[in-house]
DNA sequence: GACGTTCATTTCATGCATGAAATGAAACCT
DNA sequence: AGGTTTCATTTCATGCATGAAATGAACGTC
């Protein structure tokens, strides 16, 4: 898919023709004619190169194409709804730390050795796999795989990222298969062959499966090795070794309550790593 | 903001403005031209009702209400380019189970119930807080908080699921705050007023502070209950008492493999309910 | 201060996307 | 079989969105 050519707005249309199995209902929902939906139909099936429908005499259907391009459309509408609910925000310090699955979840074990008593700062923690873009603002502290290159940006290297299986026992065989963008992810996708899988679409029930006993997960070693009831059951994956930097904007060095809580965060991070050869 | 009147468009060359700090590297990025991208960034401030630029000699600058935007979008992207990597299907049938996270941690923790030795079905567990269209075929299996309404949908309660505060004890009082869309998230964004919360973006996260300690984390009954390490320190909050849902679609309730899934999450559903008067 | 560069915005000509109207196909009813 | 309804697609006229060109503003250099 080509998503330079892509007109978003067709994606848009898309989802009520799909949603109204036809041209009819999705020119009332849309204020469109119909001509010009079936038209934009066509364009989007052009720039997209798949073919999304199937043209019946009663209507629209979808084909396995158009099943999954509806899902993922209608996921980013469901997005696009809570784009102006921002939360509260009182007098503190927004600090928006954004990190992965896995660190995300040990900074939560941190929280009171980053926040503590310190009342000057409101935490956001956002857990997301996507890197957050720190000149734009949308994180103010990011926790990155690799050395910051833009202009502004100041990090700090934290240590090295491997990744390993790891399970309740050697002889757990079938694989949890987290179907997203990460690294570790598309080598999943790369190495399962015809292996038993369960597919999961967050991180974290690859864990959850993990200590179930149900499934072998590729985690980092600095997220398995520390995590009671799994064992290592692999050798670590060269190529998904990386390094993890802390990374803020250099405008924000100047923020007290912004400083504290980078040094707290790298501290609590370094702790990690310590416990890693 | 007014969805139905925002060309989705719009956003996408909005991100490519914001990205580019102005309309001339924009321009370049997606091929047209910068008074096209002036005005359509007029279009789409007028449509969403908020100024998202600050016009500068040099370029644009984001408002807040632009970054909020230019936060969502991203997320938009990166959701678009994972839509042509559909994962390997092989011969299985795939049973598309879709639950919110609470749902989804325990299904993974009773996966074996629910594969068990079964070899002809892969298990795609789709954790996401949205709710998933079944007649569309997002899922097969969805787990919900009502009846199904619509026809062609087969429903079986399985029980009642209520909230709570749960701590590891009765002591602590930062709020762990979910900001997202469930009714949970919105009664927390409702009550918070100047109380002290830590904010994150999954609601895994409030499970992680709770169990740290750092924070009073509102979750179902059915979840704090069995939690080793957390108490109930509060009353159940009415307002959010549900139902819960096993919905299938009819058509799939002919696939024996199907049917024989469908079965298995009831049971292991049920099992969670049984322990809850 | 004059000039050049880089940016955004406005003006103007025109190609393109749109909707009204016409056409075609399928299903249903009598 | 003929007529009606509902759907999608095609044709045609035209309004609108677009880009080229012109204009304006700010900044930097000499």
Known sequence: MHEMNVNWDDLRLFA?????????KASKATGKSAPTLSRRMLD??????????????????????????FEKVTTLE???????????????????????????????EKMDAIVGSDDSILVRLIAAEEVLDISRRQAIIGIRNHRPHQRGLAGRRVGRVRFAFYATDKDVNPWARYTGNTPSAEWLGKHADEREIIEVTHPRNMLDLALAGSARALLPTIVGD???????????ID???????????????????????????????????????
Chains 1, 2 share one sequence.
């Not at 009520?16 to 009819?24: D, E, F, K």
């Not at 803020?248 to 890693?276: E, G, K």
């Open 16 to 24: 009520a023709v799909a949603r109204g199995h036809g041209l009819a």
């Open 44 to 69: 989007l099936e052009r720039a997209t190169g798949r073919e999304l429908f199937r043209r019946l005499p009663k209507g629209y259907e979808l084909t396995a194409d158009g099943e999954a391009l």
């Open 78 to 108: 469901a997005g696009l709804s809570t784009i102006w609910n921002p939360p509260a925000r009182g007098k503190r310090t927004l600090v928006k730390i954004s990190a992965g699955t896995w660190m995300s979840k040990y900074l939560c």
């Open 226 to 236: 520390r995590q009671s009831g799994l064992m290592r059951v692999s050798e670590t």
């Open 239 to 277: 190529e998904l070794d990386s390094d993890q930097w802390l990374v803020v904007h250099d405008d924000d060095r100047f923020s007290p309550a912004i400083r504290r809580t980078v040094d707290r965060v790298f501290d609590v991070l370094r702790d990690l790593h310590r416990n890693q050869s």
